[in-house]
């Protein structure tokens, strides 16, 4: 991510997916940031604990580089996905859809969000170790007519979760849109710019708070790190790693 090196100043103790290096917790400096493999309490927990708080009760930015990212055009675009999606996708421009493609026996194939993005366009989000499956997946059941065109923008778009309950006081400081909950309400995006660059707001997430995913092209992402990081320093804005999202999603239900 482009943000490597300004995080692991920051203490980040990192992992890896799918060939991605991330931060799987932060730690403060001086005292080391190597994870101890243990069947006992990690040595992780309690920052863990801190960073899980500071999404539940101030606000937060994660690095979700990782995403696999796809996008999905073409007169034929809708019908293949709603061959394999189990819900409607054709919904008005905008609109998220959080969904599964199902295998004929029933089975579930792969989990993911699709978002309209025209009339014949969708992005696909779907996470880091399945991005080979999912696009092996939709590649198989598409047409080779020439209405069907897949691109994938996993190395070209970065990502930044911005969440909490502070989160949209953080956003609306450094932009001129309307983020409100009337005109951006959940399940739903719209492309903003944060001062001055274009963002895609996704309001959806895996933590269970408030908050946008937003995507944006890698080179910009330096830049919007550090605006949204100034802007919520008021708030005690807070990193955080792999580690607090899988304990977030699972008391969310997720």
């Not at 930015?61 to 055009?73: A, N, V």
Request: aromatic share 10%.
């Amino acid at each position: 991510s482009p943000l490597f090196k300004l995080l692991k100043e920051k203490g980040a103790s990192y992992g890896s997916k799918a060939g991605w290096e991330r931060p799987n917790f932060f730690v403060s400096k001086g005292k080391g940031t190597e994870e101890v493999l243990t069947f006992k309490k990690p040595n992780w927990f309690d920052v863990v604990g801190d960073e899980h708080k500071a999404v539940r009760e101030r606000v937060a930015l994660i690095d979700q580089t990782s995403f696999s990212k796809f996008r999905i055009s073409g007169p034929g675009a809708l019908e293949v996905l709603q061959y394999l999606a189990v819900s409607d996708l054709d919904k008005p421009i905008g609109k998220i859809i959080y969904t599964q493609f199902l295998n004929n026996r029933g089975g579930i194939e792969a989990d993911l969000t699709i978002s309209r993005t025209g009339e014949e366009e969708f992005y696909i989000v779907t996470g880091s170790a399945f991005g080979v499956h999912d696009r092996s997946w939709i590649e198989k059941h598409s047409p080779r007519d020439g209405s069907f065109m897949f691109e994938d923008l996993t190395a070209q778009n970065g990502v930044l979760n911005l969440c909490g309950p502070h989160a949209r006081d953080v956003l609306q400081n450094v932009t001129e849109d309307d983020i409100s909950n009337e005109t951006l309400p959940f399940s739903s995006f719209a492309d903003i710019n944060v001062a001055g660059h274009p963002v895609r707001a996704m309001r959806i997430g895996y933590v269970g708070e408030l908050g946008w995913e937003m995507h944006m092209d890698q080179e910009n992402m330096l830049a919007v790190y550090k605006v949204l990081a100034e802007a919520g320093s008021k708030y005690d804005i807070t990193d955080v790693g792999y580690r607090a999202i899988d304990s977030l999603r699972m008391e969310k239900g997720y």
